[in-house]
């Protein structure tokens, strides 16, 4: 306003020393002249507009006007004769009119940006910043229509310029809002030395030309400190992968901060570069009541990141052994799982990076004593067979036996597993001892019950009937003293046909060492 | 009133939809099983074996089995017997013919299962390994008498199986009444077995007995048919 009016004391100054003796009169004169001129009621079909004023953040930049105009078929300069009432006589004036504008940007640090512009039927004041603050902008627009007045000199022949009228049109206001740029990061963990991690890193609103710059900081894992991408082209809200590698200057564990620093902000994340020395993940034994341990050994951090494969039962336990991330730096990691269902086979990796271990932990319904007893633990051997090594069959604790025998075949004998009980079912007894009875001589047993660790290892079938505990594989011996045991093996195996077995197999290509039989 | 005829075509539908879905998920086990017959590892193949075996413990699987899986199991004992004879090395047979064995066992119990008469040629050339393809002839019955019959005649060490099966075929027409079954045993397995005995060596005295019990048992059951015997 102040600019406004220093504006129109300007023009009459300049008014004052213009040529023409009695124009250099006092400004007040001139100013009832016009008024004179403009009550004559010449101009008054002129029509003027103020009010078209933009402002807006649209891509790329911040940009905006203010205008005022006129109808373009009202006339924009005119003669008038009129009565000079100072000199008694009458005089011909010359008019012209503009319109005006006068723009005033103000920015959100408190800046203020004036302009001024005029022209016979439009004028206009435009603005552009290709960088702008963030926050509110204002641009305020104060239109005029304004008409010149001239008078013409008889004596010199010149027309003098006595003054200029203001109409004022009024005000228009507009305002825009550049949003604050903003940068997040996606997919920061811990990682291990060696390891690599890739963050999304998801920039908003940065303006073309303006930078972001990433740095790490605490170790020195970006050769050099950093990178950093300028926002261009068409950019401005944009993804940028960035892949950063596991390493430390002292290749030891560290802490890291990532940073990226942009106009007006400065985001962080944090993550640790862990070292592992060295890990053992102790295979999980069958536990009771949905507990169980894992075991590690070694100084570093334990990073448990996976669990797989729930087989009979959904184990549940993501939650659980994800908490253990970071664990302790030296010595047993020990986490009951309260949430593990019976009957299930997981597998949980622990580790870090590519040093890294699994254990299969199964949890099944104890036996007797619970985790103490050696049942519980073949039924886990069991489940653990079933969900890895397609074995077929899975006992319940009634299955095992430690006394289970006949007369000739004593439960020492015939349990050839790794445990102090066994599977043994009395139709292996009974046909064992009809066998026998069969048979007309002793029956050393070379393989009877086997858990199915056991049976592994000797290179069974997986679903080999010893499992079952319904099978036996009994020696051949030369008991007739010929020196060919090809007939005492056929003997063996009719006898064992006889007494049902339903199935029997001899071993030609094992010299007929034994004969398998089995009461499935 | 309406609304209750919707609820109960549309439960209609869905446990049709279900019924489906349930029989699409087996047919998918079972082309994979298929597949794995066809072209897996041995190991791969026991699996599958144990898996089928499991299955045919539910009767209305066995059909379903008998129809996709037969073929390739009696080609898997033919590639057994194969390997057997002509193994990869010597050391190779020593160390797995346990393995194979115990393979061979449990496709043959499966097959007693499942095996229907186009199967009986099979099942009597494994007859000498036991009762589980014993068994698998006595339910089909008599058409396996022939095979059986012919089988006994050149495999020795099938004479004991071929008795349990003999008896309990015997056994089931008897059950059944049917006199003209037992008629067959009594003009053609009963002299059978009566030449069978004569030529049993004087040191097999299991087969002897065997052969001795299985002919009384028939008889026995020929005589509560009615029909005389003159093998006393």
Redesign the interface.
């Known amino acids: 306003m102040i600019i406004r009016l220093w504006q129109r004391v300007v023009n009459q100054f300049h008014v004052k020393h213009s040529a023409h003796p009695w124009i250099r009169a006092a400004w007040w004169r001139q100013t009832l002249l016009c008024l004179i001129l403009i009550l004559c009621g010449s101009v008054d079909r002129v029509e003027a507009y103020g009010g078209a004023t933009y402002l807006d953040y649209g891509y790329p930049t911040l940009w905006g006007y203010t205008a005022t105009w006129k109808d373009p078929w009202d006339p924009d300069y005119g003669f008038i004769e009129a009565y000079d009432p100072w000199c008694e006589c009458w005089r011909l004036y010359y008019f012209a009119d503009y319109v005006s504008v006068v723009g005033d940007l103000r920015t959100p640090s408190g800046w203020d940006y004036y302009g001024y512009w005029w022209d016979f039927w439009w004028a206009a004041l435009w603005a552009w910043v290709d960088s702008p603050e963030r926050d509110w902008w204002y641009l305020f627009g104060w239109h005029y229509l304004e008409r010149d007045w001239y008078v013409y000199d008889d004596e010199s022949g010149w027309w003098y310029y006595i003054g200029t009228y203001y109409y004022y049109l009024g005000a228009t206001a507009y305002s825009a809002w550049v949003p604050w740029p903003e940068v997040s990061f996606q997919g920061v963990k811990d990682i291990c030395i060696g390891e690599r991690m890739t963050v999304q890193v998801s920039a908003r609103n940065v303006y073309p030309s303006e930078t972001v710059r990433l740095l790490l900081q605490g170790g020195a894992i970006f050769q050099g400190g950093g990178t950093e991408f300028i926002f261009s082209g068409s950019e401005q809200t944009t993804v940028r992968t960035v892949e950063i590698v596991g390493q430390t200057a002292s290749n030891q564990e560290d802490d890291v901060i990532l940073r990226a620093e942009y106009p007006y902000g400065d985001t962080r994340a944090q993550f640790t570069v862990i070292r592992l020395d060295s890990l053992q993940v102790t295979n999980a034994t069958p536990q009771l009541d949905g507990t169980y341990y894992l075991a590690t050994v070694g100084s570093g951090y334990v990073f448990v990141s996976a669990i797989t494969q729930p087989t009979l039962n959904e184990a549940n336990l993501v939650e659980d052994v994800l908490a253990w991330s970071g664990g302790e730096p030296d010595g047993r990691l020990r986490r009951r799982v309260s949430r593990a269902l019976p009957n299930s086979v997981t597998t949980v990796t622990a580790g870090c990076g590519s040093n890294s271990r699994s254990a299969i932990i199964v949890v099944v319904e104890g036996c007797g004593t619970g985790v103490d007893d050696e049942r519980t633990q073949m039924k886990g051997e069991y489940l653990y067979y079933w969900a890895f090594h397609g074995l077929n069959y899975w006992p319940v604790c009634d299955d095992f036996t430690q006394s289970a025998g006949s007369a000739h075949f004593s439960f020492v004998e015939l349990n050839t597993g790794d445990y102090s009980w066994a599977i043994i079912r009395d139709r292996l007894l009974t046909g064992l001892e009809n066998t026998r009875s069969n048979y007309g001589y002793p029956m050393p047993v070379t393989s009877g019950y086997r858990n199915p660790a056991r049976n592994q290892r000797v290179g069974g079938q997986p679903n080999s009937r010893h499992v079952y505990g319904d099978a036996a594989d009994i020696a051949v011996r030369d008991n007739n003293g010929d020196g060919d045991l090809s007939d005492d093996s056929k003997r063996l195996a009719r006898a064992a046909l006889d007494a049902g077995a339903t199935y029997t197999q001899e071993y030609p290509e094992r010299g007929y060492s034994h004969v398998h039989m089995d009461w499935r | 009133m309406n609304k209750l005829i919707v609820a109960v075509i549309f439960l209609g539908l869905l446990s049709t939809q279900l019924q489906e879905r349930i029989a699409r998920v087996d047919q998918q086990d079972l082309q994979r099983w298929v597949v794995v017959l066809q072209k897996g590892e041995l190991?791969e193949k026991?699996?599958v074996?144990?898996?089928l075996?499991?299955a045919a413990q539910d009767e209305q699987n066995v059909e379903l089995i008998r129809r996709n899986f037969l073929p390739l199991l009696v080609e898997e004992l033919r590639s057994i017997k194969k390997l057997?004879s002509h193994p990869p090395s010597?050391k190779w047979?020593?160390?797995?013919?346990?393995?194979l064995?115990?393979?061979?066992?449990?496709i043959?119990?499966l097959l007693g299962k499942i095996a229907d008469e186009s199967a009986v040629d099979i099942l009597v050339e494994y007859l000498?390994?036991?009762?589980?393809v014993a068994d698998g002839l006595a339910r089909i019955g008599m058409p396996a008498i022939p095979a059986i019959l012919t089988q006994i005649e050149k495999d020795y060490?099938a004479i004991?199986?071929a008795c349990?099966a003999l008896e309990a075929i015997a056994d089931n027409e008897l059950k059944r009444g049917n006199k003209g079954n037992l008629q067959l045993f009594k003009d053609s397995v009963l002299p059978t077995l009566e030449r069978l005995k004569q030529s049993v060596p004087p040191?097999?005295d299991?087969?002897l007995?065997?052969l001795q019990k299985t002919t009384l048992s028939i008889q026995n059951m020929i005589r509560q048919a009615g029909l005389e015997t003159k093998y006393r």
């Open positions: 190991t026991a699996v074996v144990a898996r075996d499991s057997r010597k047979l020593y160390d797995n013919a346990e393995w064995g115990e393979y061979q066992g449990s043959l119990f000498h390994t036991g009762r589980g060490d004991i199986p349990i040191d097999d299991i087969t007995r065997r």
